[in-house]
């Protein structure tokens, strides 16, 4: 998002109770792009790259599409749209009314490359009636010192090394536009876009982002298809080739739509395996994954950092627990993403810094060090501008790796070795985690999300194939984090405290605090878990759940992050509702009612039905979840969507879950739940 949409968006924005002014939002409108690109398709039918963190290309900043008839333009209008994804694809259909026509939209994004087709479906047809299209590019993310070359019936825009190209089937007229001038910038009200095209200074055309085309609607049944292609290669004749030929190989809906089926099943969209909306989780985070299998966070809304420190980037916390829940979700399911687990323990590997831990934030599409407020291990090795649970996620993945698909992968044990040398680091003398960031990023402290994070980590380690001198220091660690955790107690609650801090406990409740169900599930693995801590479990969970449970006046219901969360509330009195919290909180009831189970205790069966009952809020038709099947991170109490969206974390926590109620691995902890490695 170039500077001029965000002061549009700005001004369009201010005094809305629900929106954030300058920011970029796909809370609404559905996305395109299994690959390297990601597209997003407004409600409108406009499209605009997200593409940036997964290829390093930034594409299209903004479009927008009409219809000619009888001399006038009627640009498509989102309140007189429909749209959904064809089938179990990431091909988006929209359905544009305009008057007595129906104009139908199709968008796919295969590679670097997207394809718009449009098919007049009824109405009328005629020399007076045609398309016309406005796109913004912003190639490395500038709106300025761009330039324009017309290759007869293709267009280049570009800066230095990114290359954007436009195709279409049919004919293909443009111009160019110049962005808005620093006056209209200054401006009260948002400028139109497209703009008046009159202006004097012609040369500047050439020099400009935006193109502005009118395209024939072509034959029999009226249609065309529109085709950009972002390119860094310095190829110029292949390029034009490539988007010339896509153009005309996609001139028809079916040929769009066999694209899209070929590419759905080469990215194992089908079939669902069982699992109800199985498939539009694994699209969404198919959506935010870059070619080297890691995933950013969700789709850059916030590019200024304006309201937040930014999405679309790989959070080695968030990329790692959605690798370990495809991982689960695959062995009970079969889902084939092998690859996929490959590739994210290589991410790992080539990602580690020199001292065994895992920076703040990479960017996906190279692994490179990205924009952060939390590298305190890169500044100075004491810093608590640190996140320990960061690469206690990404041990824990690896350790469950190497023990359920290939556990002759020496760079993997190599890598593991290093990561209990980091996690080593963290610790004191207390046999807790020291000083560090949180979960949320928000505060500093010694926190219990982070503890059982290690609790899990080393309990997966010395279970794993490993050397003996790596498994008896895993697993004495975890037995030490297992006993240190009682000084985190709070009796007088019945909880365990968010976080010790300057000793004293800070006894606020904490979605993140119910990663210890999990943790203790994983550790009942490797040694007994005791009936005070057992009585612990429940009443924390218990406590927990329901005290950041809300169900406010409006469509929806869930949980919050933690008491007191004054995050992105705008207006709004009382704590946002978050699906990463509410999936969060069906997994721990669940895994807990698994624990009290094999320990004969009676709670069981009623966090197995609390369980289910949160995972319901977060499932296909529950009011938390989207068109499209997207959860966005955050909700108003109104149901209006806000943040990240769709943001991949709550997707791999449902998905997991899901599948574990429909194929659950075995009765019993004290099962060792080792299965035959997915790689032999």
Known sequence: MELHGALNDYKRSQGNPRQFPGERRSTTGLFSGLDERLVHVALDGSIRDYSYPLSGLAGLDRSRFGLEIDGDVDWFDADESDQRYVENTAVVETRHTVGESTCVQYDVTIGRLHLTHFSLEDGHADDDTSLHACFGFAPEGRAGRIGQLWHDDAVEVHHDTEHDFLAA???????????????????????????????????????????????ELAGSSPSATVATLLSDDGDRTDALERVRAAAVDHESSDAILEAGREQARDRLLVPDHGIEG?????????????????????????????????????????????????????????????????????????????????????????????????????????????????????????????RHVDPADEQVRKTLAAALDGLGDSLRADGLPGRVQNAWENMTGR??????????????????????????????????????????????????????????????????????????????????????RLDRLVSHVETTLDGLYRNPDGPIEGLTRFEGDPWRVREQDAEKIWTVTTAWGARAAIDLSELLAANGRDEAEAFHEHGRALLALVGPGGPLRRPGGYLSEQLFDDGTPDSATPLGWPHAIRLAT???????????????????????
Do not use: C, K
């Not at 209209?184 to 009159?198: G, I, Q, V």
């Not at 299998?293 to 850059?300: F, I």
């Not at 690798?323 to 889902?335: G, Q, V």
């Open 169 to 215: 089937s049919t004919g293909l007229s443009v111009t160019g536009q110049v962005p808005e001038r620093f006056d209209e910038l200054l401006a009260a009200e948002p400028a139109d876009f497209p703009r008046s095209p009159t202006d004097d200074r012609y040369e500047e055309a050439r020099l400009s982002p935006i193109v502005m085309t009118e395209l």
């Open 278 to 402: 199985g498939v539009s989780d694994l699209r969404a985070l198919a959506l935010l994954r870059a070619p080297t299998g890691a995933r950013m966070a969700g789709p850059e809304f916030d590019p200024f950092y304006r309201y937040s420190g930014g999405y679309g980037y790989t959070w080695f916390r968030d990329d790692a627990e959605i690798a370990e829940f495809l991982l689960d979700a695959d062995l009970r399911l079969d889902l084939g993403l092998e690859e996929w687990h490959e590739m994210s323990a290589r991410f790992y590997g080539e990602t580690q810094l020199s001292d065994g831990t895992w920076p703040h934030r990479v960017w996906p599409h190279n692994g490179e060090l990205a924009p952060g407020w939390a590298h305190g291990r890169l500044e100075e090795a004491e810093s608590e501008e640190y996140q320990a649970d960061q690469s206690a996620s990404v041990a824990s993945y690896l350790a469950t790796y190497l």
């Open 447 to 532: 926190f219990v999300h982070t503890a059982a994070t290690f609790l899990e980590a080393y309990t997966a380690i010395a279970r794993a194939p490993v050397d003996e001198v790596l498994v008896v220091r895993a697993r004495e660690r975890a037995r030490t984090i297992y006993a240190a955790l009682d000084d985190l107690w709070v009796p007088e609650r019945g909880v365990y405290a968010m976080r010790a801090d300057g000793g004293d406990l800070d006894d606020r409740l904490d979605g993140s605090t119910l990663a210890l169900a999990t943790a203790h599930l994983e550790y009942a693995m490797l040694e007994e878990v005791d009936d005070e």
């Open 658 to 680: 899901a599948s574990a109620l429909e194929a659950p691995l075995s009765s019993s902890p004290a099962d060792t739940g080792d299965r035959t490695p997915i790689r032999d």
